[in-house]
Every structure is written in C-alpha cells, then in structure tokens.
C-alpha cells in the first residue's frame, strides 16, 4: 500500500457514514487531493455506524433535522441501499394521539408525504404480530425505510476514490493537530504526517478527543443506546429482504421494534442516560466486539422487555424466539440535541460533523461540503453551528447534565417552549435578584435566566380584565401565562422594563472597522457617529444569515448587539470578515455590558425623571444613541424598539446593572411601569409589529425581498450576498412573507385554541400551499397580539395567495381553523405608520 | 431429579488483553462479564435434563455481587434457583473455591435433599486450573468423570462419554455424581424475553462472605503472552489470493 501524501487539500478523520459522505461530496464539488482517515479497519472502523439501527423516519419537529433528513434518503435512494418499509409511531396514551396530530402537521409543514393517522386495526392490518388492543392508534409514514449505511459510505469512498481525488488510509490514527496562528497546518498520524490548512472531525463519539488536539471543543457525549436482536422469529421465516413490515415506535415507552431479516430488533431510548467520556472508549484492538459496543447491562432493560411483550406478544413471548444479541450501543448525544457542524471558533480550517446519526448522515455530509466549498449550504443549519456554543456550554458538566435530560426525550412529547430543568442559573443579570422578588418566571436564553413574565404582575389581570385572553387547553397554558398579554398592555398603555442582558454584544474597532463592518451588512453603515441601524447580514447567496443592530460610537468603533441563540454565530462571522492585515478588531462585551429595555407611551416621562440629558423627541432623536447620565451612571442609550413602542435600550457596566434597575424602577413608580418579561418583547409586542426573528422568519432559505425587508437603494459598497441581493430585487418573489389573523379559534369540541408556531398553512379545501421553488407555507411564528385583539401568525405565501384578506387555513392538533391575510410584507398590524416608536 | 450446575464470572475479553497497573488482573473496565463456553454447556445440559425428566435445577456460583448477573443469566435460559456464595474481591484458589462450594453443597442438601449430579465445566475460562470438580467430587466421596462430551441421564446413574482424540471412552457412573463438560457437549440456547422476565423473579440465595481458608496458590504476576491478540494477515485481493489461501489451509491442517 502506498504511503500516507505529504500534502492533501483537506484531511477527513473518520470513515463512519458522516466522514465517507463529506468526502464523496467535496470531491464531487471539485476539490482534489483529498485523504480520507480511519484509526479502525475498512469498512467497519468500528463507530457508532458499524451498530446502528439504520431505519429512518422522516418527521421531525424541527425543520433543519427533516431537511437533512430527506436529503440523506435521497441520496440512499440514489445509492440503491435503501429499503422502503413504511413506519408507524404508535399510540397508548391520549397524550400521545394528540402529538401525533402534531407530528402529522409538522410532516405537512416540512412537505412529508404521504402520511395519516390510522386506527389500532389499520395498525394490526400492516404490522400483523402487533397487540392492538394496548394502542389508540398510530402515525404512519409510508416513507420510511432502512438503509445498508456501511455499504452506502463503502459506496461513496469508492466514488470518490474513483475519481482520482481521493487517498484513503485505513488502520491510521490521528496522534495530533498542529495549529499555527488559530489555523490547523498538519495531521499528525501513525503513518506519518500531512500538511493541510483543512481538516474535517467527522469521529462520532471520538470527536471531542481529536478536536482537543487542535485545542478546539465539539461539545458531545458518548451515551448508551440499547438494543437487543431476538430470533429466530417464525412470522419472518419466509423473509426475502432485511425488511419487509414496517417499523413501529413504541413512543410512549420510548422504544422501537423493526424486522431484521429473520429477526426482531428492539431498541431502547427509556433507559436511564449511561454516559461515558470520550476517554472510556476502548482501542479497537481492546473491544471485545467494536469500540462503540459495550456490554449490555441487562437490569436496565428489563422493564424495557415487558413493554415489547405487551406490544409484540406474538413474537417477543415465543418461548422459542432467543435474545441472540444485546449491547449497549454507544452513540453522540450534545447540550442541546443537535448536531455539531461547521468550522470550529477556536481554530481555522478545523471543521465538525459530528454529532450525526445515520438518518441524516448523507445530507450533512452534501451541507458541510458545500459549505466548506462555497460558503453555505443549501439547507439552513444555523440551530446545528459548531460555532453556537457560548463558553459555558462547552464545559463537561453543561455537555452532560443537558444530554442526560434530553436522552429520554428522544421519543418524548417536548413542548415548543420547554425549558431545560437541569444546569441552570449559570448566567444572572446584574437585577436578577430584584427579578426574583418580583416572582419572575424564568425561561432560559444562552445561559441567562431571563423573566419571561413575572407573577407578581397578576394584578395587572383584573385592570385589563377582557382584553386578555385566557387560555383553557393545557397544552397552550404549559409555558404560558395570561400575564404576559397583560404586561403587553401595561406597556402599550404606561411603560414597561426589560431585562436584555442575554444579548451578544462585540464590538469592531480600528482603522479598518468600517469596511470590515460594511463587508457584512445589508445596510449602509457609514452613517453618523450616533446612529444605531438595523440591518439584515446576508449569506452569499442573499438569505438571511442573521438581523442584528449596529451602533455607531465613533469613526472608527461599531458596537454589535445581537441576539443570544445566534450570538456566538455571528461573532464568528463578524471575526472571519475582518481584515487580514489586523487594521480592526473584535472584541466581545458581552459579559461587561448588561441592557435594559424602557419602552411605552411614558418612557419619556420615566427617562426624564432618571437624568437631566434631554431625552425630548428633538434631543433624542430614533435611530440615535449617545451617552447619558442616570445618576452616577453613564449609560449608552439606543433609541430604537423591537415592541413598537417609544423608548430606548439602556447600556450600561454589568456592575452597575443592578443600580440603573432601581434608579428606573424609582423613576417610574409614578408612571405605572411595569416590569415585562421577555413574553412581551420576542413575541406580543414583536408580531403585533410584523417585526421578523432569525430562525422564525429569517433564514438562508428565504431572501430581503421575500421577507419584505428590501431598502429603496442599495449602498455602493460590496457586502457578502450583494450580486445575489440585486438579483433577488429584479426577480419576483417566489413567496412574500405575510401576516394573517385566525378568524375562529373554536375547536370541534367547543374550546377555544391558540398556534404555537410551525404549523402548516392549507388552503380553504385543506391543500399544502407550496410556492415555485417547492417551499411549503407554514406558521414561522405565532402569538398574541393583546392590542390587536388578535391572534397572530406569519406565514410565507406564494404571490397569488399573498393579498389582504384572502382566506386560508391552518392545521393545528389535527383540526383546521379559518385565517385571513391581514398585511402582505412588513407592514406592521399595530400602528402601522409607526407614530408611537418615533413619537 | 436436583441438579447442581456451578459457573464462574470471569471478563469477556476483546482480541487484545490489557492487564492493571501492577500486572495481578485484567484490566475489566471496558470488559463485560460472561461464563466459560464449558460452563454454558454445563447450564444447558441441567435444563435439558430437567425438562426430560422433572425436578429442580440450581446454579451456584463464588464470586463477587456482580456475579448476580450471571446467575440471573443462567436461570433465564431455564434453571429454577440460584445460590451465591458472595466474596470480596480477590482470587480463590481451587482449594478454597471448592472448600466453600461443599459448604454450600451441604447446607443445601440438607434442606432440601441430595443433588443426583453436579457439574462443572472442564476448567474455567481465566484461571484454567482444572481442579474445582474434582475437589468437590472427592470432598463429597461421589464418583467423577471430566472433560465429558456426551451425558446422557438413565435412571440412577449417567452415562458419560470423553473424547480421546481416535474415540471415545465411555464411563457409566452411578448417581449421585460429578462430572465437568466441555464445549461441543450441546448447543446451548439463547435466553427467550420470557426467560429473561422469570429469570429476575426466581429465587436467589446470597450466601455471604464464605470463610476463605489461607491461600496456598499465591498470583505473583500475570503477563500477556507475545503474539497475543487478534491479527490479520491480507493474503491478498481478488482471484490472485486463491493460491495464498490455499496454502494457509494446508499450514493450519484443514486441508
């Protein structure tokens, strides 16, 4: 064999189904010399791909997860190893019937189809051995298959081996990354070394190990999925493929059931979470089966055992059907559930795929290349960035405590707004105490406990009496209270206070902050010192990367603030824009620097009584920021709103936080201010505006003219998607973001129901709305709009179903509700021409 | 029909062996835990033997808490009881492991009458000492035979049969007795779920702590032999391997 090339164009580590995938697809882009590595022997190294499962199922709640799902089948299909089977998730609990009609709409929202509800006897008719007595019914998704995952990366090597660009070296280990000046340079390995600037950590669970080597963290655990194989089973005797009735999750007991040829595998996610460090992992040569497959603990499954008896009794009851393998199979499980991609924070040139399992392995091999080629990908993964963990979620206790508790929410029933339990107070504002004593209910942002609205406000319920809309089903109260829609009016009527400490903020200082800074905006940023400006930052092809606000504090100093989901994101983003000669900076004051929103009709009056600075609409003009002194504080005040109203966003030293809270809290008593949870400001107040969110609205998928954002004129300096963004203002628009109101909120039983969000939008005879680039219409955001009197949603329409007043539908718990169009673009619902933010 | 199988914990190893820091054992944190194949043969001959004829059939084991799991192991796969005669951590030479076992074999035996057979497997899968069944055998005064590859249960005695290499010798031993097998005596089954679910609601005797008698077998250090572990030796691609791997088969002797 010959030896390891001295030089590649990029090292991939990893020959799983990810690393295989990343290295067909940057290949099939063009890229050459490339080497493939693997520490184990081909074509099972011996990770987590060598024991998966290897069924997928198509619906996930979440939009990126589908998309790269749907992708990898694709490709699957393409490569012929996949076999259709169809999959149902079954039901035992009402609970569950009705997230089925919620997995039901998420399939319509992200275009899944076919799929349909079935009862317990259309359930026994395609899965014959099943118990249907036990069940109320099931999901059924017809696409849902299995696939040959070893055989689809053994196949994609050879392509691109094939092809000339690629060198592949099995039974190597990566002994160590050198890193100069936060660029990777080399890989050292067992065979020798190999200069490269571009290094892709595709090592499944072993992927924090290797990233250490380059001093770069990919937060993941190693975790314990179990899985026994029983057989031989008679109902399959005459198989004649892997796979020939569908597969079954067992939701409810957190397991699933598939046909393996001529056995039954059941496997198990209800476990207690068993967790390892990368660093318990075995040698190949030292496991006794593969590295990633550990010794089956038999205590933990036994109750897993008798929930397959009670549904597969048939089979898993035959004394004669043997448990011919168990193991406690070893996969990735990160902070948050979501997989870890794209070039490490820490160090250029040093990319992750990890975190990926099976289903959605060739799809995020096709988006990390393209990617590494091009600059992005075709599909959105701004929620899977290696490049979104803030500091705190990379330590090993954050990493595990959040894994532990996602583990059993694998097949869980997760509310949209769920809030993690564990890990928390990790992040307090500066007034978190004065929080606390107003009973705020505390939702989580980045690490920062934030109020999302406070309990002490009740009496706010009975001063606004019918104008809040309470809510009767469980589901939309879990994560809810009528007192956010009443501190929206409280606000919208006196004044309200904010906590905005969980903001990102950086800024860009030095003689080349400008261009730097103007490289990677929408907007023009050579505006006066003083001026704050919100502005789209687009990704090369004109989507939308991130929104964010830009201050201008001097010539050459831009402060940054942007939101805390995406903060670490864009800091990245920003640091890779700035200039190579070193002429601007970027510095991080998100830990120095706390905010506070002061926003309402009385904002003024409450300001003026805190300084002697003229904060008169002439003194203090919106779009402004400047110095001014509350007390013995100097504050930054940015007259600008994300609730439109009147009012401003307070900046000020972290540690003198806890002193402009009480010199407000002072000022405003006479006024009526209320303090407000983050309720009102990211949702009420936000959709009562049309004001667009990133990751709701914004994403790379749509673009300005879509999203209705686009400016008259477009500055005449190059920014990053401008040829893409003066493209999109000449062509027209394929969808056109919209804002709609439901017109009857009764359920056929009579209650009333409230959209929480990603719901999918019908026509008035209940077909899915798709616009000409094949995108679905859904639901990006939904609340209440107190003074509106409204419920709210936003929704992306293709043109001819984009006017006021056209009448659609939207599914939501398996019912649909009549909604009308009521603004076409940005628009905002509530004071449409803005008095009151420029009053 | 009362039959006695008794087993041993010991690590399920991988293809390479990695011993502690100060060479006494084998590195087991990566380990699981397992029988000796004898042994698994052993336990399937007791459930066979019970289901042909009736009776009761009882797994023991010396060995630390953990061994639990062995013995859970055991009566999922059919036999009726288990007896665990719980340790600390450390070695126990073949003397003392058979001492505690006819402890244990009496106290049983009185309670609830005598065992017709107890079996061993032929030797245990880390240790290989080859001498716990006949301690017990000649501690009980029964008639033993060893290394079995055929037992067949007749009334009161038990047909025996031994592989010799051209043969096999028969012995004929009349009950009760002891006897150790090898792998290849039957081909044992695996668990059912079923099995597994009775299996945790069987009864488990826990005997603890058997005085363990002055050790006269002392483990000074353990070494791993060179050459140890798995190895793969490519003998080539395609048709072109075709005369290498003929002449592998000839140098191991399978043709």
Known sequence: ?839 | MKILVCVKRVPFTGGKMVLNADGTALETRHLGFTISPHEECGVEEAVRIIEAVGGESVVLTLGPPDAVEQLRDAMSLGIDRALHLQTDAGEWDGQATAGAIVGAIHADEEASGPFDLILFGNESADAGGYQVGLRVARALGRPCATGLKGVKVDGSSVRCEQDTGAGRDVYVLPLPAVITVREGLNLPRYPSVPGRMRAARKPMTTLNRPARPEPRLELVRLAVPGGAGRKTQRLGTGSAAAPAVVEMMRTIGVV
């Open chain 1, 1 to 839: 064999m010959p030896g390891l090339p001295k030089h590649a164009r990029a090292v991939v580590i990893g020959s799983g189904i990810v690393g295989n995938s990343v290295a067909y697809h940057l290949a099939r882009l063009g890229w050459r010399d490339l080497v493939l590595l693997d520490k184990g022997p081909l074509p099972n190294p011996g990770g987590s791909t060598g024991h998966a499962s290897n069924f997928i199922y198509l619906v996930d709640h979440s939009k990126e997860m589908t998309a790269l799902t749907v992708e990898s089948v694709r490709q699957y299909q393409e490569l012929e190893v996949f076999t259709q089977s169809g999959g149902i998730e079954v039901a035992r609990t009402h609970e569950r019937m009705q997230e089925l009609t919620r997995r039901l709409a998420s399939g319509r929202s992200w275009g899944i189809e076919p799929t349909s509800l079935v009862s317990p006897a259309e359930i026994k008719q395609l899965v014959p051995y099943i118990n249907e007595t036990i069940l109320l019914g099931g999901f059924y998704t017809p696409g849902v298959g299995v696939v040959d995952s070893l055989r689809a990366g053994t196949l994609m090597r050879e392509r691109a081996v094939s092809s000339g660009a690629l060198h592949v070296s099995a039974n190597t280990e990566v002994i160590g990354l050198e890193v100069k000046q936060r660029r990777i340079s080399c890989v050292r390995t067992t065979g020798g070394d190999i200069e490269t600037d571009c290094v892709v950590v595709a090592c499944g669970v072993w992927s924090p190990r290797v990233g250490r080597m380059a001093g770069a963290d990919i937060p993941l655990t190693p975790a314990v999925h179990q899985m026994i194989d029983v057989g031989p089973v008679p109902q399959f005797a005459s198989a004649k493929s892997d796979i020939e009735f569908p597969i079954v999750r067992d939701m409810d007991t957190n397991m699933y059931e598939r046909q393996a040829g001529g056995d039954l595998e059941i496997g198990s996610y209800a476990h207690r979470p068993i967790l390892y460090d990368p660093e318990d992992l075995p040698s190949v040569a030292q496991a006794a089966l593969s590295p990633t497959e550990f010794p089956f603990t038999q205590a933990d499954f036994q109750p897993q055992m008798e929930h397959a008896l009670e549904l597969m009794p048939e089979i898993v009851g035959n004394e004669r059907v043997g448990v011919k393998y168990a193991i406690n199979g070893i996969l990735s499980l990160t902070p948050d559930g979501m997989p870890v991609l794209g070039e490490s924070s820490d160090v250029h040139g040093l990319w992750s795929a990890a975190a990926v399992w099976v289903k959605e392995g060739p799809g995020t091999g096709k988006t990390l290349a393209e990617w590494m080629v091009h600059g992005e990908s075709e599909i959105d993964v701004h929620a899977s960035d290696a490049a979104r963990f803030h500091e705190h979620q990379k330590t090993r206790k954050h990493v595990r405590s959040r894994a532990a508790e996602g583990f059993n929410k694998t097949y869980g029933i997760v509310h949209p707004n769920e809030q993690w339990a564990t890990n928390r107070n990790v992040r307090l504002a500066p007034f978190h105490e004065r929080e606390r004593e107003l009973q705020a209910f505390f939702f989580e942002a980045a690490g920062w406990e934030r109020p999302m609205w406070y309990e002490s406000n009740a009496s706010l319920l009975d001063e606004f009496g019918d104008q809040v809309t309470r809510r009767t089903s469980e589901w939309e109260s879990r994560w809810w209270s009528p007192i956010i829609n009443a501190e929206h009016l409280a606000m919208r009527e006196r004044a309200g206070i904010f906590d905005l400490s969980a903001f990102t903020i950086f800024d860009i200082t030095g003689p080349g902050a400008l261009t730097s800074v103007q490289s990677v905006t929408l907007r023009q940023m050579d505006v006066p010192v003083g001026r704050n400006v919100y502005t789209p930052v687009l990704s090369p092809a004109g989507g939308f990367k991130s929104d964010l606000t830009i201050m201008r504090l001097g010539e050459d100093h831009f402060r940054v603030v942007t939101g805390g989901a995406s903060g670490m994101s864009d800091k990245k983003w920003f640091r890779d824009h700035l200039p190579a000669d070193g002429s601007a900076q970027l510095q991080d004051l998100t830990s120095s620097m706390t905010t506070i929103g002061l926003w309402g009709p009385r904002a003024r009056d409450i300001l003026s009584a805190a300084t002697a600075h003229d904060v008169s609409n002439d003194g203090f003009k919106f779009g402004t920021c400047h110095s001014i002194d509350v007390g013995t504080v100097r504050v930054l005040a940015s007259r600008i709103s994300y609730v439109g109203d009147l009012g401003w966003e307070l900046y000020v030293p972290m540690e003198q936080g806890l002193l402009l809270w009480d010199s407000l809290w002072e000022a405003g008593r006479p006024h009526g201010l209320a303090a407000c949870g983050i309720g009102v400001y990211g949702t009420t107040g936000r959709l009562e505006k049309c004001y667009r969110a990133h990751g709701n609205e914004l994403e790379t998928e749509y673009n300005v003219v879509e999203a209705g954002m686009s400016a008259p004129r477009v500055k005449a300096e190059d920014f990053v998607g401008k040829e893409a963004h003066l493209r999109h203002r000449v062509e027209d628009p394929a969808a056109i973001l919209c804002t709609l109101t439901v017109d009857d909120h009764t359920s056929k039983s009579g209650e009333k129901r409230y959209m929480l969000g990603r719901e999918p939008i019908l026509t008035p005879d209940g077909k899915r709305i798709v616009d000409r680039k094949g995108r679905g219409s859904y639901v990006t955001s939904a609340g209440a709009g107190p003074s509106v009197g409204k419920h709210v949603l936003m929704a992306y329409l293709p043109p001819e179903r984009a006017s006021t007043g056209e009448k659609l539908e939207v599914e939501y718990m398996g019912e649909r509700y009549p909604v009308a169009v009521a603004v076409v673009g940005s628009t905002p619902l509530f004071d449409p021409e803005n008095l009151r933010v420029k009053a």
